[in-house]
């Protein structure tokens, strides 16, 4: 094997036109997720402050948001409901005429092209914020996949295309797939939120669901960050019960899980990039302490490299115009 000074690695750097043909990892537009925060009325743009850039947007706002992700080559959105009123049971979430519902019908009328992916959960919709039936001071697991399948069966009715339960409660994914088959939606995929941390990057997205639990916390349902093994349980769990595609969230700080899940399955891995992740990067840009868009791309390309078919990220638009090259 040829050695220093014969063998130069540094030649394949020397120039773009080089790196780029030697790339190893690619990121592109199309493999962006973008989430999005929809609620009632019109012209409303409620800024997020813990997210700049993110906002609640109202339907009709949404539609040109939609729009102009689609026009930057993203195919898909991930739609997240702010209910008009909340209840104990979550009762909108599964309403034939919530938030969520009324804009999937209108968005597949409006940017049909788009991917439709629903986040199916409760924890917006409850006043008490957590993501399943309260029964004392405990989720009911077995209680909750009822109204989790129902809001699933509501989405995919109303023209999601993807439903992707992420409340972490044992057989969500049974309870869906089962309820959306009985229902005639055999071919509507899943996307299951498989390992999905008890983290403290969630902060700022539940400011933005309006979500934080009233009492209590969630610990009791979503890993422990110190897991790694039970993240392969709780995906071949979800793989074994109908999960079209796995998903670890948040990525960034599981980057290893990532990795770990790619290397042992063969299904489709999404990693979300969340909201604390991009909140912290915004912030550190916003100091100049980061060069953004170089910060931003090396952070999705470094979730991309670890597994990650998809990512979701709420950086997707400012992704998508710095991978074309604009500002």
């Not at 996307?191 to 969630?202: E, I, L, P, Q």
């Not at 979300?272 to 991009?278: A, D, F, I, L, T």
């Not at 916003?286 to 078919?309: H, M, Q, Y």
Request: aromatic residues 6%; contains cysteine; glycine residues 6%.
């Amino acid at each position: 094997m040829a050695t220093f000074p014969q063998l130069r690695l540094r030649r394949l750097r020397a120039t773009e036109a080089i790196r780029s043909m030697v790339s190893e990892t690619r990121l592109s537009p199309s493999d962006l997720i973008y989430p999005l925060f929809v609620c009632h009325g019109r012209d409303v743009r409620t800024p997020i402050e813990p997210m700049p850039g993110c906002y609640q947007l109202s339907l009709d706002l949404l539609l040109s948001e939609i729009t102009e992700a689609a026009d930057l080559g993203i195919r898909s959105v991930l739609l997240f409901g702010i209910p008009a009123s909340k209840d104990d049971v979550g009762s909108e979430a599964y309403d034939t005429s919530g938030i969520i519902q009324e804009a999937l019908r209108a968005i597949k009328q409006a940017v049909p092209q788009v991917c439709l992916i629903t986040d199916v959960c409760l924890c917006e919709y409850t006043d008490h914020g957590h993501c399943g039936i309260v029964q004392g001071d405990r989720v009911d697991n077995d209680a909750t996949l009822e109204l989790l399948a129902r809001t699933a069966v509501s989405h995919a009715e109303a023209g999601a295309d993807v439903v992707a339960p992420s409340a972490m409660m044992d057989g969500q994914v049974a309870a869906i797939r089962t309820a959306l088959d009985n229902s005639g939606h055999t071919e509507t995929p899943i996307m299951a939120y498989a390992a999905k941390y008890a983290s403290a990057f969630y902060g700022p997205f539940r400011v933005a669901a309006e979500s934080s639990p009233q009492s209590g916390d969630r610990l009791g349902y979503q890993m422990d960050p110190a897991n790694w093994r039970m993240a392969l349980r709780e995906v071949e769990q979800d793989i074994r019960e109908g999960a079209d595609i796995v998903m670890v969230k948040p990525a960034l700080a599981y980057l290893d899980v990532i990795t770990r899940v790619r290397e042992r399955f063969d299904h489709p891995v999404a990693a979300y990039n969340v909201s604390g992740e991009y909140s912290m990067l915004k912030a550190a840009a916003a100091n100049g302490w980061l060069d953004e868009p170089r910060a931003t791309l090396e952070v999705l390309t470094a979730i991309k490299r670890a597994g990650a078919d998809l990512i979701l990220t709420y950086h997707a638009k400012d992704a998508a115009r710095w991978l074309k090259g604009e500002q």
